[in-house]
């Protein structure tokens, strides 16, 4: 029995969302978050999603009716939780190519309140490009397109809240920009510029959740044990949510969907902050570590308790107290033992090899804005870890690999044929010309107070006696 209407109760609800994109982080995010917020009796809105690519099909979609279920998996506040949630907030979903004339009878309808994307980062980008009758190519196209069906059919009561969701900082910021020059380009009159300028809200966001997408293997079949019907359409996710929303009062008071991990705030910049150096910062510092031990994914890792506890230790005694943001008392550390849940997830599989993608520049926007007056141990190491695999063995077709246990690795790196040039069998001078690239770092970390000595010391550690070596030693000080 497939899941569908005949075997679900869905509500009928006014379509209230517009929303620029099919992927499961939007589906197991936002449209998760107004699903819940629906079933509380809040929202009360249904989203029209909008498919841009040529890529897939939708019949799937159409054949369970638009509802698919939510996969929960994970910890949350040390506890596991195991749910399985039904979505309903999907009405239909339409073709930018071959319906367009549909998507743009959307942008004229009272009801809609609120428009959504996530498009990729490389979706919000300027393309010149005229308005026609035709889906415009690019997403902020498509927006003014459907910005000025709007304007003409509804004039200055079709005021709405715009929310990017990709992944670049200042979304929002960005794409008002991008779609007020291109209605300068189409001309589209000054009545146009000023609804656009007092009517139209963009909000920054910020979205954070793992979503693996289909349950697969061992959690598949115990899965479809437990559901009570057939979903082709199934998602994983775990229970960490997190939406943050840039807005005042009014957008606060508008977007009734807030609550479940979403919420509007006018400064999200702590939100930025707090994922950019805790989790991610903290996934940068081990993942060479983590590598070079022998632990495939993030989860194998921390069942080892030595290395549990220096990332853990590295997380809320070296980079929390160094966050560069005026934090209340108590946040960072709260926001840790968050991440630290996910780290220990047993349903997700996130490979240490891939978070080593763009080493140089993750270093760079993670980590360098912590090191100021002196040199923390285990940021030490984890710097100490990055240098012994940016250390290149060969070349291939154009790529550069490292070497460990006699195993060729691809170091996926911009910087990795620069690295090549500095190589050298000396750790204290491979250390200091590394930690001394100003064009990598933006300046020379030899002058952090006894930087260069500690990744030293840790990188003769870690290629004399391995990375257990490292945390061992720091976990005992």
Known sequence: MRLSKE???????????????????????PDYIIDQANKEGRF?????????????????????DYLYTVCIRGYENGNWVEKNEVNTAISRILSAKEEWDEVLKVATSKDLEVIISNTTEVGIVYEEETLGTDAPNSFPGKLLAVLNKRFQALGKEGGIIIIPTELISDNGTKLKKIVKDLAKFNSLGEDFYQWLEQEVTFCN????????GTPKGEVAEQIKKELAYEDS???MAEPYALWAISGDEKVKEKLSFTGNGAFVEEDITKYKELKLRLLNGTHTLTCGLAFFAGFPTVKDAMQDPGFSKFLTDLMQKEIGPAIPYALKEGEAEAFGTQVIDRFRNPSIEHFWIN??????QKIEMRIVALLDQFAPDRISAGLAAYLHFMRPVRQEDGKWFGEYNGQSYWIQDQQAAAFKD???????????????????????LNQVPGLTKKVSHYLNLLQTEGAKAVWTEINSK
């Open 7 to 29: 075997t679900y109760n869905v509500p009928v609800l006014p379509e209230k969302v517009l929303q620029f994109g099919t992927g499961v982080l939007l589906r197991a995010l």
């Open 44 to 64: 009360l809105g249904k989203i029209v999603m909008v498919k841009s690519t040529s890529q897939g099909g939708t019949d799937q979609f159409k054949d369970q």
């Open 205 to 212: 966001s910020l979205v954070d959740r793992i979503v693996p």
């Open 233 to 235: 359409l199934a998602i």
């Open 355 to 360: 978070i080593t993608l763009n080493y140089t």
């Open 422 to 444: 500095m190589n050298t069998a000396v750790v204290e001078e491979w250390t200091k010309t590394v930690l001394g690239r100003t064009d990598f770092w933006g300046k020379d």
